[in-house]
């Protein structure tokens, strides 16, 4: 019920080119959806967030998707740069409520020039 | 300083030892948040602080583990007995907002190593 599955693993993208990450959660109480970014030896920056009352919103070059009905949401990188070469964690949490943020497994995204 | 601050940055300890990490804050924050992120894994949380108060401490592993924040700014992880499991990186994360996981800034984290 609170587990959060994240795919893929590992990603190699092309410069130019669109990075796609995947998560699917099971409890449908979750109602806040981040997608944070960790570069090596830091901590996870928050990157783009949304709630379950629109299906997508987008912040630069990056878009979250968001399937109420399937229980899935997607981070969309468009127009991927080397500097975007990361781990990538998906989470889910209760707003409003100080229940933790349940994070992915992560995906680390690597795009080449 | 402008972001959370965690020390120190790296721990080892032999197994048994007892360890204390500190994280402190941005200035003002009411929430913070403990995480412990084992390699290659995501973020576990472990317990929560609404200012001086310990409001959820459910993902502590064990009674081992201990946290604190009397003045309701700097925070204390104590571990007792470390073991081998023990081994990962401690998060650290305060948000200006309470009862909330929202906008979250994260310190760089101490990567303990029990041998």
């Known amino acids: 019920q609170q587990q959060v599955k994240q795919s893929p693993q590992s990603l190699i993208v092309q410069k130019g080119g669109i990075s796609i990450i995947n998560c699917a959660y099971e409890?449908?109480?979750?109602?806040?959806f981040p997608w944070y970014q960790q570069f090596p030896g830091k901590g996870p920056a928050l990157l783009i967030a949304?709630?379950?009352?629109?299906s997508e919103k987008k912040e630069g070059r990056f878009t979250i998707s968001f399937n109420k009905s399937a229980k899935q949401f997607s981070l969309h990188i468009m127009d991927s740069q080397p500097g975007d070469s990361a781990t990538y964690f998906c989470?889910?949490?209760?707003?409003?409520?100080?229940?933790?943020?349940?994070f992915g497994t992560g995906t680390r995204l690597q795009v080449f020039p | 300083g402008a972001g959370v601050s965690q020390s120190p940055r790296y721990k080892v300890a032999k197994r048994g030892q007892d360890v204390a990490l500190r994280c402190d804050p941005i200035?003002?924050?009411?929430?913070l948040f403990w995480y412990q992120q084992a390699l290659g894994q995501g973020p576990e949380f472990l317990t929560y602080?609404?200012?001086?108060?310990?409001?959820?401490k459910s993902g502590l592993p064990s009674d081992r583990f201990f946290a604190e924040r009397p003045e309701g700014s700097v925070s204390t992880l104590k571990i007792q007995r470390t073991q081998q499991e023990d081994s990962a990186v401690y998060l650290c994360?305060?948000?200006?907002?309470?009862?909330?996981?929202?906008?979250?800034?994260f310190g760089s984290g101490t990567q303990l190593s029990v041998l």
């Open positions: 994360a305060s948000s200006q907002y309470p009862a909330t996981n929202e906008k979250l800034f």
């Open positions: 409890n449908t109480a979750f109602d806040y």
């Open positions: 949304i709630r379950p009352d629109v």
């Open positions: 989470a889910a949490s209760i707003w409003g409520n100080t229940d933790k943020l349940i």
């Open positions: 200035s003002g924050h009411v929430s």
């Open positions: 602080f609404q200012n001086e108060a310990q409001l959820d």
